[in-house]
């Protein structure tokens, strides 16, 4: 379990495919006090297995089921992303629960600046944008951020000057894939309410061309 406070940028230095999957090593210096083998990982908001680890590096592997259902993929040596060790049950919890499971991925539809303040609006699957409230919270590649605005296809979420330097959210642009994870907790008071049939079940998903891609399976 995280918080999506990230505490620091790392860096991809390798990406080797295996007959499972793909094996990533990353850059870091922050979460790597305490980091053991076996220990949990948020790397741009998916929960890894740190499976290696060296005086300034450590190495996951990725499924391909992860893959498919991430931007992970996508990354490649030297890419920027953003890291969190699991949560201690006895610190503070400056954002929101997050499990770093990616419900989905969205992309970046706008992006402006007014004052100090980033305005990004990001397109997202009817499944995930279903949770979302405005004033709730989401985690965008690991981040937890609050949610500005709701259409029927996006929201829109406002970024500090801190966020935005300390994350890999300062460096997106139009048209760059996000990992996306809904608030647990709309899930599960959703999914009691259907229990007790005070809900409607869960619509099937469109299947389309950005559902196939977002599959993996175009």
Do not use: W
Not at 37 to 59: I, K, M, P, Q, W
Not at 86 to 105: F, I
Not at 110 to 122: D, K, P, S, V
Not at 158 to 176: C, W
């Amino acid at each position: 379990m995280f918080t999506g406070i990230i505490e620091e940028m790392g860096a991809v230095t390798a990406v080797t495919k295996t007959p499972t999957g793909t094996r990533m090593t990353l850059l870091a210096s922050t979460i790597m006090d305490d980091l053991i083998v076996g220990a949990s990982v948020s790397v741009n908001g998916t929960c890894l297995t740190v499976t290696s680890r060296g005086e300034r590096d450590f190495t996951v592997d990725v499924s391909q089921e992860t893959l498919n259902v991430t931007t992970l993929g996508t990354l490649t040596p030297g890419a920027p992303v953003n890291l969190e060790r699991a949560m201690k049950v006895n610190q503070r919890l400056g954002g929101h629960l997050v499990a770093g499971h990616v419900d989905g991925v969205g992309t970046l539809q706008a992006r402006r600046q007014e004052g100090n303040t980033l305005f990004l609006t990001i397109e997202a699957p009817r499944e995930i944008v279903r949770y979302c409230v405005q004033k709730g919270s989401i985690t965008v590649d690991g981040i937890s951020l609050t949610i500005n605005d709701v259409t029927d296809r996006a929201f829109s979420v406002a970024i500090i000057p801190h966020t935005a330097k300390v994350t890999t959210l300062g460096l997106k642009q139009v048209g760059d894939p996000v990992n996306l994870e809904s608030d647990l907790i709309g899930k599960y008071v959703e999914r009691l309410l259907q229990e007790r049939g005070q809900a409607a079940p869960r619509p099937a998903p469109v299947i389309d061309k950005d559902y196939l891609q977002r599959k993996g399976l175009m």
